[in-house]
């Protein structure tokens, strides 16, 4: 039951939201459902179609509803058009309209009139298939907090009259960066979690790779699209490697190359050849999947061709610059010509606001410096950065790295 409803319940709220125009009565329809299964499916067993099941239960329900409430009328004069045309995953000549509700509800779903962490919450729920206690216990916040930004989130999309569609393509542009930056969010804090006991939420990372594998599918002739899927095929490869066996961090230049998952890398690269043969050379997250390459071409880490990564974050700087591109494209240069010029560029970072209380500039100072052996000043960064993590598992790595100066 649980394996159906992740499969099914995008489609099926996509599918519902399409008829009666509201994401908030779409999921209370495909939950209805959801209740009408746990209760007849252990008798009955699972019907050969279990989505198409789902939506005519839901379907049937939105119909019983309008019956009772005439304020439904409009809704259900929809669904009763629609009926003849029902594009449920039977359906033969329904492919295209079921990936267009699907399409409809990632644009809605991170509409920009929502908070990015509304945008977060609600595209778990109504795209990953999430509980509000898993993704308050992904993000660790109180299930009471989730809760509130999704029912929020409904609220201000229907108070907006947000339309259920795909935007004209004047604002696609804009709409399409803020799908992709929640995905890339999603995924971060599953590959780094930003607190807790645990390094990575594997959990997250998966939900989020998926999610951008059904866009690429949803949007084919769209670059950064593959880009984004590259970039996270890629570092989903590394995953294994990245936890010793007692959950401590193994950073990138320990880790054992050949846990690294080979699959997942031919994708990654497979899905950065599409995205540059679509025009995505020189966009941010093709430019960042090429880096991403970079490492996962490199045999030992000394085959790393650091050169070309610090050409590539030149260029991402360029495109979308911020701080920690800056950081990053530093420490490139650090591997690429020396701790010394990379330390250069690095305290010219150290009066940035944005990375006062961010952990990794004082850690990766402390690594250039121990390079230098000027070990003191290394152990200070260490504990400092040690301190303004908020995860359990990294603190313990930069206290580790204060004992051994």
């Known amino acids: 039951m649980e394996a159906v409803w992740r499969i099914e319940s995008a489609r099926l709220i996509a599918g519902l939201a399409r008829q009666v125009r509201d994401i908030g009565l779409a999921e209370e329809l495909a939950q209805d459902a959801l209740v009408t299964a746990l209760e007849k499916w252990p008798d009955t067993g699972i019907p050969r179609n279990p989505g198409a099941w789902l939506m005519t239960t839901a379907k049937n329900r939105a119909v019983d509803l309008s019956r009772r409430d005439q304020n439904y009328q409009r809704k259900l004069e929809q669904i009763g058009r629609d009926t003849d045309n029902d594009h449920t995953p039977d359906a033969s000549t329904g492919v295209g309209d079921i990936n267009d509700d699907l399409l409809r509800l990632v644009f809605t779903a991170c509409h920009p009139v929502l908070s990015t962490e509304a945008q977060v919450a609600l595209t778990l729920r109504m795209l990953g298939g999430l509980t509000t206690d898993e993704i308050a216990r992904a993000f660790l916040v109180a299930e009471s907090t989730i809760a509130q930004r999704i029912v929020r989130a409904k609220k201000t999309l229907a108070k907006a009259g947000v339309p259920f569609e795909v935007p004209p393509e004047d604002e696609r542009d804009a ?231």
């Open 175 to 405: 709409r399409l960066a803020a799908v992709l930056g929640v995905i890339y969010l999603i995924f971060n804090e599953g590959y780094s979690a930003t607190a807790g006991q645990d390094l990575m939420r594997p959990a997250l990372c998966a939900d989020a790779l998926r999610l951008a594998r059904v866009l690429a599918g949803l949007m084919p002739r769209e670059a950064e699209v593959h880009g984004l899927v590259a970039l996270l095929e890629i570092q989903a490869s590394r995953a294994k490697s990245r936890v010793g066996s007692d959950g401590e961090p193994v950073l990138l230049l320990a880790q054992d190359r050949a846990r690294w998952d080979q699959l997942l890398i031919r994708r990654g690269l497979a899905a950065l050849k599409t995205a540059e043969t679509l025009g995505g050379l020189g966009r941010p997250y093709t430019l960042q999947a090429s880096i991403a390459a970079c490492h996962a071409n490199a045999r030992t880490p000394e085959d790393t061709n650091w050169l070309r990564i610090a050409g590539l974050y030149e260029a991402l700087a360029l495109v979308a610059p911020s701080p920690i591109v800056e950081l990053n494209h530093a420490v490139a240069i650090g591997m690429a010509f020396g701790p010394a010029v990379g330390l250069e560029l690095l305290d010219e970072l150290r009066d940035e606001p944005t990375l006062k209380d961010y952990h990794l500039l004082p850690s990766t100072r402390g690594d250039l410096l121990a390079k230098l052996g000027r070990t003191d000043e290394a152990r200070a960064e260490f504990e400092r950065a040690a301190g303004l993590t908020r995860n359990e598992r990294e603190r313990a790595l930069l206290l580790s790295r204060v004992a051994a100066q």
